[in-house]
Structure formats: structure tokens, C-alpha cells
């Protein structure tokens, strides 16, 4: 049906061009309108209370293969992954909406196992779901979720407030989900081949989960505000640290220096990195889908967070002009660059 | 991989036994969470201001077919049949998240089209696009929009509040879309059989933009306003009159009666029907997309609205034991039932 036209072909516009491509003429006209395409969410004027809404969609074939993906743990991820964006903001997650595309391939049972997920994970982050639409699908599964929730203006932290000399803090630990994945699309592989070989996924619990059955850092929220802190910029590590922290250096016009000996990295996730023969800073850095909290805060609040386990401190914000760089183990300095492993697939 | 499970075909549930099913344990927790599943949109309240939030998909081959479809105008229906759940809470909608997987096929041209569509409808209901998600898709085009809007409280219009002797009204007209989306299923069987023959729509401008290009009536919700008329009960019609009027009844635990002559229908779709051998009566009770409103208002409120060239009156609420009736223009009453055109795509 395009035959007579001028093609451009929508990958040749890079990860977050076509994003940009297509929102660059958004004038907002609401005065509710507060944020708009740019950040985890949008921010929207209540009488003064900001609700945030965000929103994102999983396709099978794209975002998850049933082959190893259990329904209930979709249904619980695709919740996740939505309560992060809210929690990138320092909000709170209160409601989501959940639309499905179904085909006809899967029995209400199959929906159940779904729904199972979905319910499992409101109820534990303690989210409302208030709504959806469900509809046929001619081809794979479709799921939408928006999730809504609530701050103080004063409380909100955006990407674009990183100022030179603030510390890069990162939550729990990073690639651990990316290699869950190899090793996932590895035992399908042996499993296609030969259906009679048992998947040996023994002792990978932990990196089979942090990919199937990820936790969005509510507590992390929790625990700043507790220990008085307001981060400076704040995002979810959902495509990888270096795409995350150009984001934040991007919008908020600044430099960066990280260390890559203080990248977090669970132990199983590097020596099962290795068995795949892959650099394990590598699967950190562009692996994506950890959902951990990536962001800065100012020097003065770091006696305050010193001494917190979970809370690594990875690097430093600079000027512009000094670059973004990771200073490998070696002393050498890279610069750093966003390959995430889904090239077109980007929220707005 | 469900072959050892027990199998329940969701089509065997009925239009709305799935939603029940699944939502029909929800329990809400947050007291922000007004109103949940089950209404045109949900009920957000912040600091006494009430958000609305709904949602809708529509998937390619379920809900639009491009061999006819414009994207442009796919755009543009995606954003009304949003809007038209938030006027039909009488509230007024301020911004939308659209959310997009789109397949390699297309180009970047192709979905530059489809953003005119939406952006023309934002900027014609002052709404602002503040976010979405775009991924790529394995197969067809995939729309997910989210709708946010506001009210007072006061003004909220919810189904249930429908009363016995209440008046029954209805925006526009009629049956259009169902009769629109008729002729342009024959158009592209002609066109199949033989690519030459030009498609004959010649004088059928109406009902094929009943189909293509639907107008969200917040008109109406600004004229009621105007008028100092609240509706008792307050429903669009995406599924046809009868389903909607149904709901009306289920949720207001009451009864009705409608009037077959008294039911809006433009010449041009009564004529265009008999061309197919189809009823219009029929059309217009289940076909649906006519994203006109659906209301009741109290006798007292009669006066104020009798007037109005674009609000019919076609019937009356009584008490639930009355049934819900249609009287035929031949004086026989007939039970009302729904009978949507897509038996398996219902917003929740």
C-alpha cells in the first residue's frame, strides 16, 4: 500500500529518534500538562497534587517468548516494569490499567495464569487495577499497561537535574537479567533440539528471576525519603547503565565519569557472563531490563547513604565538556555509548 | 503448551463473562481509587479534583482493516474513541498516552501519516499527548491509547444512576458506522475480484465517515453544561444502542422502554441498509462505533432540552420487574438484547 511513496525506513532513525522524529512539534496546551513526552513519566496537575501516568506495551515475540515465559510471571513483570517508571519519578504507584490482545490459541485458563500474575504483584506494591480493555488478537499476545500514581511537586525528580560533582548512585545490581536471558534462549535451543533433555537451569535461580520475575525499587523511594535524601535526576535501568546515564547527562546538559570496578555485579551474573563468553561490565552497561533506580545526588547526602548495602556509588557527574567516560579497570577511559540490546524499542 | 491443562474456550464466557470473570475479585485498596472496572472510565481522586483514566486498544484485522483504512485516519479514530469515554463520564478529557508496534512493512512515512491523524484530533479537543511507548511488532499495527481527563465530583455521570421515569436520550444518529464499515467491506471484495474497478462510494461521504472518522461528542457534555442538565446515567454507544442502553439498565437495576420509530437514523444509512437487505432498526440497536452519547435525564430537565435538533428522545427508565423493551414501530414489544457485532472485544 506504500508503494508510490517516499519510503524511509523506521530503523534507520536510531533508537530514540523516531521518538523524536515524531513528538519534536508537541506544544502542550493544558496548563494540567506539567510533563510531557521525555522523562519515566508524564506529570499531571491535580489541584496541586501531581499525578504521574506512564505506560508501556509488551508484544510477544518482541518482549517475551512463551516458550520459557510462564504466564504468571508475565503478567507480574508486565506490572513491574510499569510501577518502575513511577518510581523513577520518586512517586508512588496507586493504579493501572491493563489491556490485552488475546488469541484465540489460549484457553481462559491461560488467561487466568495471567491475571494470577498481575493480581499477585498489585497486591504486593499495593496498586489498584481499575481497568482495561480486552480484545481478540489475530496473531501473538498483546499487553498494555498504564500505571498511575501520585507525588508532592516538591518531591518529583526528573532526569534533567544532575549538576556537576553530584555522586551516581545505582540500586541493587545490574546485567543480571540479561544474562537470565542467554541462558534461557539457550536451554530453548537445547530443548528444540532435543525435547527430551530437561532445561539445567540449576543453581541460576537468581538470574533466571532477575529476568523473569523483576521487583520495581518501591523501597528505594521508600528509603530516600526516610533518610531525607531527594536524588537530583532519577531513571529506571530498563535498556542497560550506559543508555540510562546519557539520558540523564543528556537532558540535564552535563558529563559524567563512571568507574567500572564499582558497577555492581552479582557473582552469578559474572561467572555465568563468562560461561556465555561475554564481558560481564558489558551485560551491566547494555544489558537492560534490571529495573534497578539509576540516579544522582548531591555530595553533602552521601554520609547519610554510605553505608546502605544496596546503593552503589559508581561514579560522578562532570561538566559537558569533559564527556561521558568509563574508566575501565585497566585506568583506560572509554566513552560511553547506548547499545541496547533491542535496538527499536523505546518508551516515550 | 496448555495440552495437558483443563481447556475453557473464552468465547464460551459471552461479550462481558470474561471481564466478570476475571475482575470480579477486586478489591480496591487505595482510596484515591474512586471508581474502578465498570464504567466508561475510571475515577481518580486527587485533593478533591477527580481524575478519569480509561483505555483502548485496537488491533490490526480485529478492529481496522488498512485495505480501506487511512492511517490518517486511524489516528484520528483511535484518539475519539478514547475521548468519547471520558465525555461520557461528563468529564473533559486533557491528555492522552499513545502507545504503538508497528511492523517492519511499514515505513516511516506510514506512521508520520497516522501521528497526522492524532495530533489533528489533540489539537481539535485540547488534548496534549504526553507519552506512549513505541516497539516494534513481530506482525500487524498495534494502537494502545490512554485517555486522562477531569471532573468535579458533582459532575461525575456514572451508568448507575438511572431512575424510573427517567427520559432516555441519544446524540446524532444512528447505525451509520455499522452501515459505513458495510460499504466498504463490499468496495474492497470488488476490488479483490478485480483491481481495476474503481470503488464506488460515490454520494456515501456520510456513513463512511461515520466508520472512518467518528467525532467524540464532548459538544455535549459542553451543551449540558450550558443547560444546567445533569444526566442521570451516562453511556457512549461503541457496541450499539441496545448493549449500551442494557448496561444502563444492569447497573442502575432498572428496566425500559425504548420506541423503534423514535430512534435516530439519517436517511442516507436507512437507504444504504435496505440496499444490503440489512434491518436499520437492527443497525442501529447493534452495530455500533457511533461514539454517540447515551443518557438519561429527569422529566423536570425535559423542558430545557426539548428543543435541541441533535438529541432524540426515544424511550423511558422504568422499574427493573418492566423488562427492558423495545416497542416495534408495529406496537409489538420485543425484549432488548445485546447482540454487538464483535462478540469477543469489550472494554472494561
Known sequence: ???????????SLGEFGLIDHLTKKID???KSSQKGVGDDAAVIDFNGKRALVSTDMLLEG????LAYTPLKHLGYKAIQVNLSDIYAMNGIASQ????????SRFPLEAIEELYEGIYLACEKYNVDLVGGDTTSSRQGLVIS???LGYADEKDIVYRNGAEAGDLVCVSGDLGGAYVGLQLLEREKMVYLENPNIQPDLEGKDYIVERQLKPEARKDIVELLKELGVKPTSMIDISDGLASEILHICTQSDKGCNLYEEKIPIDPMTYSTAREFNLDPTICALSGGED???LFTIKQADYE???NLADISFIGYITESSAGRNLIAKSGAVHELK???WNAFNKKH
Open 145 to 147: 499497561v498504564t500505571v
Open 304 to 306: 547519610k547513604m554510605k
Open 28 to 30: 502542550l496546551k493544558n
Open 338 to 340: 547506548a547499545q541496547g
Open 62 to 65: 518482541i518482549h517475551f517468548d
Open 1 to 11: 500500500m506504500f508503494e508510490n511513496q517516499e519510503r524511509t525506513n523506521i530503523e
Open 291 to 293: 529495573y534497578e533506580l
Open 96 to 103: 493501572v490499567l491493563v489491556s490485552l490482545g488475546i488469541s
